[in-house]
């Protein structure tokens, strides 16, 4: 409905405002007249007519009300079968508004989680990590930018539409990650993130069925989140993959994921990344046991990601799955490569994985230096604690 | 000779200005422009909304890049400027990747500030 008011109101803020409007009205009028047929449709024009009061209140009546009500003679007879699928365009619109190109990251995560997906402006801040008043001057100065520099509330034309899908996707993807990462910040939050990226993704893939891209992401995020269940103890401990009870993990998700994926790898059109990974969580998800993991078809994927996506973190993920099928020496001189060459940093999984491969050769005093790198570079608490714990188990050896 | 005359100020001084202070700069800014109308040198002159509206936009190999912001390089210097109408930021990033020095430069895309004519 909101998407709707949007859409009619052109404003964000005008529109947030007409459905208080009209939820107030329809909590006088309902008890008494009873239920309409149409109650959205009803919310909508009641909304719609109590925003044109507001603005006609606001002297605003040159700027805006007659391209409005030139807008509104044709809106007043919408198709009535067509309901829902208005419903799905409005939908669809929104998305794409909020996470417009012309928008920062961080200002379309947070407008996305407060105007499609409904969560409070608090709710919002929580899931962030940052302040309420930072959080509100965030949304703030995006509904700004949307108004004042013309950013349309269309869904873009055929042409452009593969090109923004991608950037609505890596904002519905920032949501999933910042969700299913052990960071501070109560869990319910964390998983309400999670689930809320899931839903956005579900929503995009009825309303532009069959693509690849939005499948495989879909896919990607169902099968992370199925093992949400198994990943850290009660105290809030990481467990690593191999050590996973997997009778924990989501059935339900990942037989929803699997079948994602064969869609997103049987589509028409360039391999999506996000297929080839969701096709690597596919591979986790298939083993019974971590023993009886695919290993040489995982670091086969990772090697047709790298050439999709040929970033520090895929090469890193890549070495773990050669170190798997070829040995941990193979895998260090991957690893030793990609830290020589800069452009990784201080980053702590890299030391990390050094760390685990270092240890399985045996070389102990440097696999513990390394270890420290990595405990000294990590900023989140559960990570520190694995780190350490692996610290003290090969002090003990 | 035809010359543009940028106009550089402290954005966050103009909006914490007291409405007398910014009164007294519109009317400077409005005897300045009637002006040089009267002699004749006026070929074309807005007010921009602030930076925070601004969208930079660059194509590198063939696609679209678009950023949140203003242009903030200092390798790169003004060259040149059109003035467009499109009918919302999607066309007029648009026709900004169209420009040719899109590909190797950036192109800042900034609304025009209307002033209501009452």
């Not at chain 1, 191999?242 to 589509?267: K, P, S």
């Amino acid at each position: 409905m909101l998407a709707t008011l949007i859409r009619l109101l052109g404003d964000f803020d005008l529109a947030e405002e007409a459905r208080q409007d009209a939820f107030a009205a329809a909590l006088q009028h309902w008890p008494l007249a009873g239920v309409p047929d149409q109650p959205r449709a009803w919310l909508v024009e009641v909304g719609r007519n109590k925003a044109l009061d507001r603005l006609r209140r606001q002297a605003l009546f040159r700027d805006r009300i007659l391209p409005l009500e030139t807008a509104a003679t044709e809106e007043t007879t919408p198709p009535e079968e067509d309901e829902d699928a208005h419903f799905g365009d409005d939908h669809l619109r929104l998305i794409f508004t909020c996470c417009h190109p012309a928008l920062n990251l961080e200002a379309q995560v947070a407008l996305t989680l407060r105007t499609v997906c409904g969560l409070t402006t608090p709710e919002v801040a929580r899931a962030f990590l940052v302040g309420e008043d930072t959080m509100a001057q965030r949304l703030v100065r995006a509904k700004k930018k949307i108004r004042e520099a013309g950013i349309p509330y269309e869904t873009p034309a055929p042409l452009l539409l593969d090109e923004r899908i991608d950037g609505v996707l890596a904002a519905v993807y920032l949501v999933f990650t910042e969700g299913y990462a052990v960071t501070a910040g109560s869990d319910l939050i964390r998983a309400e993130l999670c689930h809320e990226a899931i839903r956005l993704g579900r929503l995009l893939d009825t309303l532009l069925p069959r693509r690849p891209a939005i499948q495989g992401l879909l896919a990607l995020m169902l099968l992370h989140d199925a093992r949400r269940p198994a990943r850290t103890t009660a105290a809030g401990d990481i467990v690593l993959l191999e050590e996973q009870d997997r009778t924990l993990w989501d059935r339900t998700r990942i037989d929803e994921g699997l079948a994602l994926v064969d869609a997103a790898l049987g589509g028409r059109g360039p391999v999506s990344p996000y297929a080839v990974q969701a096709a690597i969580a596919a591979l986790h998800a298939r083993a019974p046991r971590h023993e009886l993991t695919d290993w040489p078809q995982i670091a086969g994927l990772y090697e047709v990601l790298l050439r999709l996506q040929p970033t520090p973190v895929v090469e890193l993920n890549h070495a773990v799955a050669v170190s798997m099928v070829d040995g941990p020496q193979r895998a260090l001189d991957l690893v030793d490569s990609l830290a020589a060459r800069g452009g990784i940093g201080d980053y702590h999984l890299l030391h990390a994985v050094r760390a685990d491969l270092l240890r399985r050769l045996g070389r102990r005093p440097e696999a513990l230096d390394a270890y420290g790198a990595a405990l000294a570079a990590s900023k989140l608490e559960p990570e520190q604690r694995l780190l350490q714990r692996r610290m003290e188990e090969l002090q003990q050896l | 000779m035809q010359y543009l005359l940028l106009i550089y100020r402290n954005e966050a001084e103009m909006m914490a200005m007291s409405p007398a202070t910014a009164e007294t700069q519109m009317l400077a800014y409005r005897d300045f422009t009637q002006s040089i109308i009267q002699s004749g040198n006026f070929k074309a002159g807005d007010r921009l909304r602030p930076t925070s509206t601004a969208t930079t936009v660059r194509v590198r190999d063939g696609r679209t890049v678009t950023t949140d912001g203003p242009f903030a390089e200092t390798r790169e210097q003004l060259g040149g400027y059109y003035m467009v109408e499109a009918k919302d930021l999607d066309e007029a990033i648009a026709i900004a990747a169209r420009i040719p020095n899109a590909r190797d430069g950036s192109i800042e895309v900034r609304p025009i500030w209307v002033l209501n004519k009452a």
